[in-house]
């Protein structure tokens, strides 16, 4: 029994994995919300890095409408920022939100202020 449990839940990481959720209106409005509580004090309402706390950063907190990321364009390269953080700067790792809070906001940075630049998905 306790084997089975194992593996089941093994294969239901594995597919969790394997399958980041797709960007819908209630993921992006997720997104949205939680952008609101932890993101515009340094990012800004705009995503242009002009929070209130951001102004007196450095590196200042990237302007995503630039649409230009380390980590890559896409909601995988900003899922990956959240979890790991960027070293020696501001941008703390946000492993403390739930997998599915990080992917509405991986989405919402990414269809709503990178848009222009970055790969739709
Ligand atoms: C305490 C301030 C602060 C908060 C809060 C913060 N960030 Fe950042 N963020 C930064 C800074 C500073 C940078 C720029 C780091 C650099 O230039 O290397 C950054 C960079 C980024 C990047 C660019 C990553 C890349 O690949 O280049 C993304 C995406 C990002 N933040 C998303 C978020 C999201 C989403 C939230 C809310 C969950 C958030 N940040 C909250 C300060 C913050």
């Known amino acids: 029994m306790k084997k089975t449990l194992t593996v089941v839940f093994s294969l239901a990481a594995a597919v969790l994995v394997a399958a980041p959720p797709k960007s819908t209106p209630e993921v992006l409005a997720k997104g949205k919300a939680s952008y609101a509580t932890n993101c515009v004090l340094c990012h800004g309402e705009k995503g242009?890095?002009?929070?209130?706390?951001?102004?007196?950063?450095?590196?200042?907190?990237?302007?995503?409408?630039?649409?230009?990321?380390?980590?890559g364009n896409t909601p995988e390269g900003i899922f990956k920022t959240l979890g790991?953080?960027?070293?020696?700067?501001?941008?703390?790792?946000?492993q403390h939100l739930s997998e599915e809070e990080r992917w509405a906001l991986a989405h919402y940075v990414n269809n709503t202020?990178?848009?222009r630049k970055a790969p739709k998905k």
């Open 113 to 115: 202020f990178a848009a």
């Open 48 to 71: 242009d890095g002009n929070g209130p706390a951001g102004q007196a950063m450095n590196p200042k907190p990237r302007d995503f409408n630039a649409g230009q990321f380390k980590n």
């Open 84 to 94: 790991e953080g960027l070293k020696d700067t501001a941008m703390v790792s946000f």
